[in-house]
T-cell receptor, first 114, second 112 residues
Framework: GAGVSQTPSNKVTEKGKYVELRCDPI?????LYWYRQSLGQGPEFLIY????????DSGLPNDRFFAVRPEGSVSTLKIQRTERGDSAVYLC???FGQGRETQYFGPGTRLLVL | QQQVKQSPQSLIVQKGGISIINCAYE??????FPWYQQFPGKGPALLIA?????SEKKEGRFTISFNKSAKQFSLHIMDSQPGDSATYFC???????????FGAGTRLFVKA
């Protein structure tokens, strides 16, 4: 079966621009997570969805970052007024539920802000 | 208190040797400790996980040792193979488990 997919795989943008990153979770998974991974570091939690609602967005670094999951499946991470420091790999993961359910990660979107 | 500290940063092991990666945590609310393996260009993949009610869990060549009183846990890879060369992350989460905290990672290289 298909795993978690993320598009685009790579995104180059200029400082100040707006970007959208998409995540297609595994079918049937109700939980969806976004992480950010900087070079040489572990994934850093950004936000978690259970169904359509953001159950915890405490990891979003500031109000330039926003994520939605309107139908409880596909999610979009939106970054406004991008900064060079936003450059990282943005990972999406999904699981059947919360708790100790295995999180399945996508390959990530590599964002480069020039 | 949310940190998970991982060491070493990098590790070189001969084929057939034992690879050992260590992690420590502070938040006693953590009750689920997974290890992830990540290859270049890929997302992390769950390797093995443990709960604090057991001191050891083994799956094939991979073993987690857990010391609750010391708030430390480690991954042992027995008979390490070149195909094990990857970055390994320890992690921790609490009941509810949606907010997983990752260590900084260990880059393992197994020499043939």
């Amino acid at each position: 079966g298909a795993g978690v997919s993320q598009t685009p795989s790579n995104k180059v943008t200029e400082k100040g621009k707006y970007v959208e990153l998409r995540c297609d979770p595994i079918s049937g998974h109700t939980a969806l997570y976004w992480y950010r991974q900087s070079l040489g570091q572990g994934p850093e939690f950004l936000i978690y969805f259970q169904g359509t609602g953001a159950a915890d967005d405490s990891g979003l670094p500031n109000d330039r970052f926003f994520a939605v999951r309107p139908e409880g499946s596909v999610s979009t991470l939106k970054i406004q007024r991008t900064e060079r420091g936003d450059s990282a790999v943005y990972l999406c993961a999904s699981s059947f539920g919360q708790g100790r359910e295995t999180q399945y990660f996508g390959p990530g979107t590599r964002l480069l802000v020039l | 208190q949310q940190q998970v500290k991982q060491s070493p940063q990098s590790l070189i092991v001969q084929k057939g040797g034992i690879s050992i990666i260590n992690c420590a945590y502070e938040n006693t609310a953590f009750d689920y400790f997974p290890w992830y393996q990540q290859f270049p260009g890929k997302g992390p993949a769950l390797l093995i996980a443990i709960r604090p009610d057991v001191s050891e869990k083994k799956e094939g060549r991979f073993t987690i040792s857990f010391n609750k009183s010391a708030k430390q846990f480690s991954l042992h890879i027995m008979d390490s193979q070149p195909g094990d060369s990857a970055t390994y992350f320890c992690a921790a989460s609490n009941t509810g488990g949606f907010k997983t905290i990752f260590g900084a990672g260990t880059r393992l290289f197994v020499k043939a």
